[in-house]
């Protein structure tokens, strides 16, 4: 084990257990893992709890998979064993926002599910039908409702945004609540004590609140994913509002660290990180601005991992970031 001085802080404070669920599954699982290993030979509790992401799919959803190829089961299994090292567990986005019928009988998605259940995973949906698939084909898989069923379920103005939630707990074992709800403690606050470990909220939500258009945006980038990433991208459609400084500072749905302290005062303690497919320096960036104390431990680890990168990278040229660490 390597010793840290004393003084030396390697979190942010905070009032108590702090869940993190960030994007490395499929898409940043080399930086991942290699800091999960670092932060085990140091002797200090993991950074995060749960990876998310998925290979792509029929079902999945978002933003697009980094791994694009049919991958095998031998080779799902590694990748689920590399953070089952870890005990960190795999959530899958599944979060297509419309699937047919038929679609539930996707022979390479019901694969997924199977590797996926043998360790104990979660899956991120939408569409309530593919939650009752999985719940009856695969019961071991916990099912997570996704922050885009909020989105695209409550219209402007919907009076009973908690009743919302607390349906959706019915059929799923947790759900993602709408930032705009999470940082009003009118609103989070009228969630029931018992439920609120059920429920789990993006801190960096980029989106500026309530947007109208943000259902569309979801369906554009799913469509240009599943056609293949070809072509531009739909950028947002309310840019100018989101870079204008003045008017984000005013208006935004950020959870910024005093935020997350209250909420997890409150019972509200699983947090999730956006950003899948984020180049490594901003993943890292991610994560010393919620996790890591930016100013400890985390500078010289961080030097660490982009010298053990580069030097990956020398030995194996066709390292991904999606690798898995030799």
């Known amino acids: 084990m390597i010793p840290i001085q004393e003084d030396f802080e390697v979190y942010r404070e905070r009032p108590g257990f702090t869940s993190w669920k960030v994007p490395a599954f499929c898409n940043n699982d080399w930086i991942a893992l290699t800091l999960l290993d670092m932060c ?32 095998t089961e031998a080779e799902l299994e590694r990748y689920f064993e590399a953070y089952d090292r870890h005990g960190v567990k795999v959530a899958l986005t599944l979060s297509r926002l419309s699937l047919n019928t038929s679609d539930l009988k996707d022979p390479y998605c019901n694969m997924i599910l199977d590797v996926a259940e043998r360790h104990g995973a979660e899956a991120i949906v939408v569409e309530n039908k593919l939650a009752r698939h999985i719940r009856k084909t695969h019961p071991g898989i916990r099912l997570i409702g996704s922050l885009d069923k909020p989105i695209i379920d409550l219209s402007p103005g919907y009076d009973d945004e908690t009743g919302y939630y ?50 569309k945006h979801i369906g554009a980038i799913e ?72 100013s400890g431990a985390f500078i010289p680890m961080r030097v660490a991992m982009s010298n053990d990168y580069r030097t990956a990278m020398q030995r194996n040229p066709r390292l991904a970031p999606w690798s898995l660490p030799e």
């Open 40 to 71: 085990e030979e140091i002797g200090v509790e993991q950074p995060f709890h749960v990876a998310y992401g998925t290979p792509q799919c029929l079902w999945a959803g978002g933003r697009p998979s980094a791994i694009r190829q049919k991958m």
């Open 166 to 215: 607390l349906r959706n707990l019915e059929l799923y074992d947790e759900v993602v609540v709408r930032c705009e709800y999470a940082i009003d403690p009118e609103l989070i606050g009228q969630l029931p004590e018992d439920c609120r470990d059920r429920v789990e909220v993006i801190v960096n939500q980029i989106c500026i609140p309530n947007c109208p258009d943000c259902r």
């Open 223 to 294: 469509e240009w994913n599943h056609e293949g990433c070809h072509g531009q991208c739909q950028v947002c459609f309310h840019a100018d509002v989101a870079s204008d400084l003045k008017r984000r500072l005013k208006a935004n749905v950020f959870i910024s660290t005093r935020r997350i302290n209250q909420l997890v005062e409150m019972g509200v303690y699983k947090m999730k990180i956006g950003g899948r497919n984020a180049p490594i320096p901003k993943f890292l960036d991610l994560l010393s601005t919620y996790v890591f104390e930016p």
